[in-house]
């Protein structure tokens, strides 16, 4: 025979709100919220308090005045008569674009230092280890500013390459490294120059569907067509062909030595090469060590295994260990992209025009803007790694390990 | 079968001979060699390759250092003996020594003070980073702050005393306290150090004596590595006890705690540390009372250390989800209450596993200590780009003084890794 009976009801007494976990955690919440609600009320209230004092006010109608200071390197048409918020943009422009070339070379950089440390080469072996501890361990803002000084202190001034017999010559004849920058051959496009443009990437296009049609007859019938050549021919043959048909549209504007300065071509500011090769190499260490890790941590059966099954040692590693290894790998390879995008506000040290120059520098001194300037120059940076975090968010969901 | 054999064979040997040495490639450096650096051709290839560029490197620097000059004055004496060769004035570091380590205006009759801080820093960091010392060194861990903060800034002795008294008051406190519960114990002790700090501020003012025994230093004096090294020391240690809370925080079921800390954290991982600084010298100030002058070096300290702690938070909080599940049931089914369970068996297997992390975030954290000679202060990036290379006589000797502060960073960086590594072998409980 079983007795029910309900279980006493509890009448609410003080204590159980520390003592009953039930209630405890709302106590805790509770004191939670009046802390937070009294910092906030501290912390605004002599906010407001100061600005009162100093005659300030919050408000961005700032960003519509004249900036009134020139930008050496930029994306985008502007000038000192331009505004706050559109020298801003050109920092924006300039953070992406530093962000981005140094996220390509830095991947370079870092795969190759990665791999070398896994070749069975004693030396290699022993030099990329050397590289990797070397950029590590000094802070990136020195390896910046000593890649500044070798643009600016070390290479030639452009006086040099003048005369019969220059001290300094371009590099195959189309580079300039000089004390003021990189010039660099720029292209022309001339008429017709966008139907050779079209054909290159009509033919990287059929690139990709060649090689998607060749393994889907290999899956399908087995028959096993040639990949490499193919690729090759259709990715080059038909933008050459096109080229000359067109009757050579694309030409190269090649700089050149004219009174004090190189004319033509385009030039590539010390600081933006500073801050582009620094964090390239200062993060490709980084990324070095992920790539080891990431193919390290396929386990050696794999390998083994593909051999078994008679594969050949490249389609080991291509079919095999990446599909593995890049699962470890790519979720640190973004979050050093994000590093190398938080890093480059940096730029402030070498002079190179990116939005924390721009905005949050002369922007900031001229107006005095302080708060507006630093939420702003927050923002900016808070969108980008939430943007990045998304991205690695959806890869790491296509990529999850299915397990049943 | 074998008997017939037997009989047939007329010799067989009955011991086996000795195996003949392997031959003279198979051995020794030879081998070595063979198996190491030249095992294809395209091995062999980027073996070369590989002398090469170590042979550039080499031959770019060795005479440059070799021929170093490390007495003269100035850079334009320097370039007089040299007399064209190749060679380093590293008498930039002999004669500007001191203001690399100690930045430019810190009293040069103290430097005694920071050295001894720095010499008993070592003493206090023995204990928590090797464990086969005396505990009882533990008693100098707990007292170094406050000796240190007297000896750097000096002033009045009384400061660091009130400070410490209230860190004894709430010890005491939670020893009470804390059998009843944890709670009661941790909010005790907050609310009596407090206490005693509040006291304590009103009285010093009015007991302070003119002449302290140690002369006050301001802290926009200090500069140089030294001022690298108190912001990495600080901010390092204040920020991993901060880093616990705010993953204990994320994890936690109350919804409010919670969010605070996931909102705090994926702020400030979300925003370069310039930024923050940014904050610290332009923008903090607006938020204090205006009678408050907080100096920039205590600014810069809440931030760096409220962004370290942030990355450490998140360090901690992979360390908690790679424990197992049934470490956190069988806490409960021990009948442990949350406080309980977290110190005794949660945080000490957590925080092995966050040990490498926690490193790599303390390393990183050194090394953006350089950031702050952009907001102004002279540490030793900012006394290498202002004051000395600004002066007549050292302008122009970049790579002494860069490789100096470089040098410097890869010692420090470089320790700090290896001894991650001996630490984590050292606590390696797993039998692999």
């Known amino acids: ?404 | 079968m074998s008997d017939t054999h037997a009989h047939s064979v007329a010799f067989v040997r009955t011991s086996e001979i000795p195996a003949a040495p392997p031959p003279y490639a198979a051995t020794g450096p030879v081998k070595w060699m063979r198996e190491n650096l030249f095992a294809t051709p395209a091995n062999g290839l980027l073996t070369i390759a590989a002398l090469y560029v170590i042979w550039v490197v080499l031959a770019g620097t060795m005479p440059w250092i070799a021929n170093g000059i490390w007495n003269t004055e100035s850079l334009a004496q320097c370039r007089e003996v040299l007399d064209g060769a190749v060679g380093a004035c590293f008498s930039v570091l002999t004669e500007r020594w001191n203001q690399l380590l100690f930045g430019f205006k810190y009293p040069p009759e103290y430097y005694w003070r920071p050295m001894l801080a720095l010499l008993l820093f070592f003493v206090a960091a023995a204990p928590v980073l090797f464990f086969d010392l005396p505990r009882k060194l533990l008693i100098v861990t707990a007292l170094f702050p406050f000796a240190a903060y007297w000896l750097i800034w000096g002033g009045t002795i009384l400061t660091p005393l009130v400070a410490l008294a209230g860190f004894a008051a709430g010890a005491a406190v939670y020893q009470r306290l804390v059998a009843g519960s944890f709670a009661m114990g941790f909010f005790g002790a907050i609310i009596a150090a407090f206490i005693v700090w509040t006291v304590g501020g009103w009285l010093i003012p009015a007991s302070a004596s003119q002449n302290a025994l140690l002369g006050a230093v301001p802290s926009r004096d200090l500069g140089g590595f030294m001022l690298n090294m108190m912001l990495g020391v600080t901010c390092v240690s204040l920020s991993v006890p901060l880093g616990i809370a705010l993953a204990l925080g994320r994890q936690s079921n109350m919804p409010l705690i919670k969010w605070i800390c996931v909102i705090f954290i994926e702020f400030i991982r979300g925003v370069p540390l310039i930024t923050l600084l940014f904050v610290a010298s332009v923008m903090l100030s607006y938020f204090f009372p205006p009678e408050s002058t907080l100096d920039l070096f205590l600014r810069v300290v809440i931030m760096i250390t409220m962004f370290s702690s942030a990355y450490i938070a998140e360090v901690i909080r992979g360390g908690l989800a790679a424990l197992p599940k049934g470490q956190y049931e069988a806490a409960d089914s021990l009948g442990l209450d949350y406080a309980q369970a977290m110190r005794l068996i949660i945080l000490p297997q957590a925080l092995k596993i966050s040990i490498p992390g926690i490193v790599n975030i303390a390393v990183g954290l050194f090394k953006d200590t350089t950031l702050v000679s952009v907001i102004g202060m002279f540490d030793i990036v900012g006394m290498i780009r202002g004051p000395i290379l600004a002066s007549t006589e050292w302008n122009g000797v970049y790579w002494e003084l860069l490789g100096f502060a470089s040098v410097l960073f890869f010692i420090v960086c470089y320790g700090i890794s290896q001894y991650s590594q001996w630490l984590e072998r050292r606590l390696a409980t797993d039998h692999r």
């Not at chain 1, 976990?21 to 009320?41: C, D, G, H, M, P």
């Not at chain 1, 190759?112 to 290699?124: D, E, T």
């Not at chain 1, 003048?162 to 490294?177: H, K």
């Not at chain 1, 290894?325 to 938080?342: D, E, G, M």
């Open chain 1, 1 to 404: 025979m079983t007795t029910l009976t309900d279980p006493p009801q509890e009448s609410f007494r003080l204590s159980m709100l520390i003592n009953d976990t039930r209630y405890r955690s709302l106590t805790f919440q509770a004191i939670a919220a009046i802390v937070l609600a009294l910092a906030i009320w501290y912390l605004g209230n002599n906010l407001l308090q100061n600005l009162r004092a100093a005659g300030l006010n919050i408000a961005y109608d700032f960003l519509g005045d004249p900036a009134g200071y020139d930008i050496n390197q930029r994306l985008i048409e502007y000038d000192s008569r331009s505004s706050h918020a559109r020298a801003a943009i050109v920092g924006i422009l300039n953070t992406l674009l530093v962000a981005f070339l140094a996220c390509v070379t830095a991947t370079v950089f870092g795969v190759i230092a990665g791999v070398l440390r896994l070749s069975n080469n004693w030396l290699v072996r022993k030099l990329m280890s050397f590289y990797v501890e070397i950029f590590r361990n000094i802070p990136v803002l020195i390896w910046i500013i000593i890649i500044f000084t070798i643009m600016t202190a070390v290479m030639p001034a452009p006086r040099a390459f003048r005369g019969d017999e220059p001290e300094a010559s371009m590099l195959l004849g189309l580079f300039a490294f000089t004390n003021r920058g990189v010039y660099i051959p720029a292209p022309v496009w001339g008429p017709g120059s966008m139907v050779v443009v079209a054909t290159f990437i009509a033919s990287i296009i059929g690139v990709i569907g060649y090689r998607r049609y060749a393994t889907k007859l290999l899956y399908d019938t087995g028959k096993l067509l040639p990949m490499g050549w193919p690729s090759l021919a259709i990715f080059f043959l038909p933008t050459i062909l096109m080229f000359y048909i067109m009757g050579r549209p694309i030409g190269l504007d090649i700089p050149e030595l004219g009174g004090f300065n190189f004319r033509g071509g385009i030039q590539v500011g010390a600081p933006l090469i500073a801050l582009w090769f620094a964090l390239s190499i200062y993060t490709g260490a980084f990324i070095a060590e992920n790539v080891r890790a990431g193919i390290q941590a396929v386990s050696k059966g794999q390998t083994e295994a593909a051999s078994a099954l008679g594969l050949r040692p490249g389609r080991v590693m291509n079919l095999v260990v990446l599909p593995q290894a890049l699962r470890v790998i790519i979720p640190p390879l973004i979050s050093q992209y994000l590093n190398i995008t938080k890093n480059s506000s940096l730029a402030i040290a070498v002079g190179y025009a990116d939005i924390t120059a721009t905005l949050g520098g002369i922007t900031l001194n001229q107006t005095g803007r302080a708060i507006e300037c630093v939420l702003l120059l927050m923002l900016f940076y808070l969108t980008i790694s939430l943007l990045i975090s998304a991205v690695m968010n959806v890869y790491n969901n296509a990529v999850k390990l299915k397990e049943r």
